[in-house]
């Protein structure tokens, strides 16, 4: 039988050309070595403030756009988190196994709680209802970025300490650093990573941005005074990052890519990104906006996967309400 690998993503609307090569090209390989899940963490987006009407929107976007990105619906299990009733009680029975102190020494709440000093109690739990997510699902491997990590080890710290305390329910899961992969960085400063929350919007690239945009922004790359193609990240980052952006999206290896381009200058080369960025990207937003368009299809996939995270997950409660000793 295959494992279990189990993501949740946050609603929050924006993907990055980084987070699709970085991040979205290692789900589509987990889709195929895992039974995958993958939902959207709604209710942990709650734990900051959210407009209603955008956090709907966000909420199919993302899902549509997952979609459009190669993710399979046919080997993924996709749900949204706040459709299954079972998580927020699972979450309770395990937050009356887990101490204040652990919480509150999260990096995540101390950053979070420091920023804002009117935070919610939501902010504090988050780590277990996030506990709830994996456990309930059975999972063995849980892929996050680093700022993640933590959390999946509470989990683990929880699962051992229910399963010993009760009875053995729990699978006790491992987390997968999903860094581990091509680093896409900064089209303005190329030192830095190309985040959704640079301040300089210019050195980043959004899948749902217009086309010609995407390609004006590769074209103001910077890189350097030399005049050669080739990859060195230290003395070169621009240019070696825009090799990167070439080589995930072509599959080509850097060294094909500097034979490549050995008699060619930097506007001819960045002209070939671009091309390459913007024909990936415009395929992208085409399927994504016939999904989106589609809601018999989004809502087909959305059903599917409610019952299996409901029959999955209701087993799993009513088996630690057994052993706790709650109800009749
Ligand atoms: P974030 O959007 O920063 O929460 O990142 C979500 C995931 O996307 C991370 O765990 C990374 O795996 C991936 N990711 C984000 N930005 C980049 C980037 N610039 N290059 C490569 N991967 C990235
Ligand atoms: N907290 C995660 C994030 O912000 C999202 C998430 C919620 C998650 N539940 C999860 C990730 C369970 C992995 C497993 O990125």
Same mark, same amino acid.
């Given at each position: ?27 589509? $390989?987990? /889709? ?24 709907? =929107? ?36 395990? =937050? ?13 709440? !101390?950053? +979070?709680?420091?920023?804002?000093? %009117? ?22 491997? *849980? ?21 010993? +305390?009760? +009875?053995?329910?729990? *699978?006790?899961? $491992? ?12 089209? /303005?400063?190329?030192?830095? !990573? ?5 301040? %300089? ?7 749902? =941005? ?5 390609? +004006?922004?590769i074209m103001?790359a910077?890189t350097?005074?030399e005049m050669r193609i080739v990859y060195?990240? $230290?003395?070169k980052?621009g240019i070696s990052n825009l090799i990167?952006i070439y080589s ?7 060294? =094909?890519i500097e034979?490549e381009f050995k008699d060619s200058n930097y506007g001819n080369f960045k002209s070939k990104v671009a091309d390459v ?16 368009? %589609? ?11 409610? !019952?299996?995270?409901? $029959? *999955?997950? !209701? ?14």
């Open positions: 039988m295959k494992k279990i690998s189990l993501t949740g993503l946050q609603p929050t609307g924006i993907i990055t050309l980084g987070n699709y090569i970085g991040s979205i090209g290692q789900m589509v $390989e987990y /889709q195929e070595k895992y039974d995958s899940y993958i939902f959207i963490a709604d209710m942990h987006a709650i734990t900051i403030n959210q407009d209603p009407k955008i956090l709907k =929107e966000n909420i199919k976007s993302l899902i549509a756009l997952y979609l459009a990105c190669g993710i399979d619906p046919e080997k993924n299990t996709i749900y949204i988190q706040s459709e299954n009733p079972y998580v927020a009680n699972i979450s309770w029975l395990l =937050e009356c196994n887990t101490y204040y102190g652990e919480l509150s020494r999260m990096t995540q709440f !101390k950053d +979070k709680s420091l920023k804002n000093k %009117n935070f919610t109690s939501g902010l504090l739990t988050y780590p277990v209802l996030m506990a709830a997510d994996i456990l309930s699902m059975n999972a063995d491997y *849980v892929p996050v970025g680093l700022d993640q990590k933590q959390h999946v080890e509470l989990a683990r710290d929880i699962a051992e300490r229910f399963n010993k +305390k009760y +009875k053995k329910i729990f *699978v006790v899961p $491992e987390p997968i650093l999903k860094d581990s992969g091509t680093k896409i960085t900064d089209l /303005q400063d190329p030192t830095k !990573k190309m985040s959704k929350s640079s301040e %300089n919007q210019k050195g980043v690239i959004k899948l749902l =941005e217009d086309l010609n945009i995407i390609r +004006k922004k103001s910077t350097d005074s060195d990240m $230290e003395n980052p990167n995930s999206l072509t599959k080509k290896s850097i060294k =094909e034979e960025v913007v024909d990936t990207i415009s395929k992208i937003q085409e399927r994504y906006y016939e999904i989106l368009n %589609n809601e018999e299809y989004l809502n087909k996939i959305l059903d599917e996967g409610k !019952k299996k995270n409901i $029959e *999955v997950s !209701k087993k799993i409660y009513e088996e630690m309400i057994e052993c706790i000793g709650l109800g009749r």
